[in-house]
């Protein structure tokens, strides 16, 4: 049995399904109910309270983590003690590239390496499902807008992801390892447009924020920190947030998959 947290997430759902797929046993949790395929286990649970997954670990070997909630200690206790063995971390690069920033995700990786099991961290870059934010302004202006038009990073797609998990939670060889998740090309916001753009057959027009104005936005639903972590990634990343990771490849044996796949596998959301 494998445990999927986030498992209705964009991550999590693919997660399931190729587990699923390839004949595993899976208990997906999440906070709230979604469809999933037949034969998964379903309980609403949630992290921010570790005593509600205790019945999610009995009998399981393998469990997926997010960061989320403030107790990755006592997940993890009660993990272990539901038989669990191995867990698999999902992360964020900005761990290791501006750790004063990124403390949280910090500490669910300390946690999981003094956890006791075998432990593997997949440290992903910037997700090309955060475009979906652009989902409304382009269904109903052909526009999207974001900050420093020009700048690109190698975002990864959540399938990518999800595939190294699932090899990585089934496989061997992977123990004590921390893998960065990236694409294959960096690729700016005014790229990501047009790639959008070309997966709709119909131009989106690009409109650029000032920092300030982005600023502002985030903070609605961010805390002041990570927005300034966000925005310092977004506008001035460092040589190694730029970077190609080979990690997506040496796991799957294949390159990872460009924005443009993302773009037309999940056109339909921008119609």
Excluded: C, K
């Excluded at 191995?86 to 501006?98: N, P």
């Excluded at 910037?126 to 989902?135: K, R, T, V």
């Excluded at 070309?198 to 104005?213: M, W």
């Excluded at 997506?248 to 990872?256: C, D, S, Y």
């Amino acid at each position: 049995m494998i445990v999927v947290t986030g498992a209705t997430g964009n991550v999590g759902q693919e997660l399931v399904r190729i587990l699923i797929e390839a004949g595993e046993q899976v208990t997906a949790v999440s906070r709230r109910p979604a469809p999933l395929p037949d034969g998964v286990r379903h309980l609403p649970a949630d992290l921010a309270e570790p005593r509600s997954l205790r019945t999610a670990f009995d009998g399981a070997e393998a469990l997926f983590l997010l960061v989320a909630g403030e107790d990755p200690q006592g997940i993890l206790d009660l993990a272990r003690a539901g038989g669990v063995r191995r867990v698999v971390l999902l992360s964020s690069q900005g761990v290791g590239t501006r750790p004063e920033v990124y403390r949280h995700p910090a500490a669910f990786e300390e946690a999981v390496r003094r956890s006791g099991l075998e432990w593997t961290i997949l440290r992903s870059g910037g997700l090309n499902s955060n475009a979906f934010a652009w989902a409304e302004t382009i269904r109903t202006q052909r526009t999207a807008i974001a900050p420093f038009g020009d700048v690109g990073l190698p975002t990864v797609d959540p399938a990518d992801v999800a595939e190294v998990a699932a090899a990585v939670l089934r496989g061997s060889g992977h123990a004590g390892s921390t893998y960065d998740l990236t694409g294959p090309a960096a690729v700016t916001p005014r790229e990501r447009a047009e790639a959008i753009g070309g997966a709709l057959g119909t131009p989106v027009r690009f409109i650029e924020q000032t920092r300030a104005q982005a600023r502002a936005q985030m903070l609605a639903f961010m805390p002041e920190p990570v927005v300034e972590g966000t925005l310092a990634i977004l506008g001035r990343p460092l040589p190694a947030e730029q970077q190609v990771s080979p990690a997506v490849e040496r796991v799957l044996g294949r390159a990872p998959r460009t924005f443009a796949d993302w773009a037309a596998r999940t056109a339909p959301a921008f119609r």
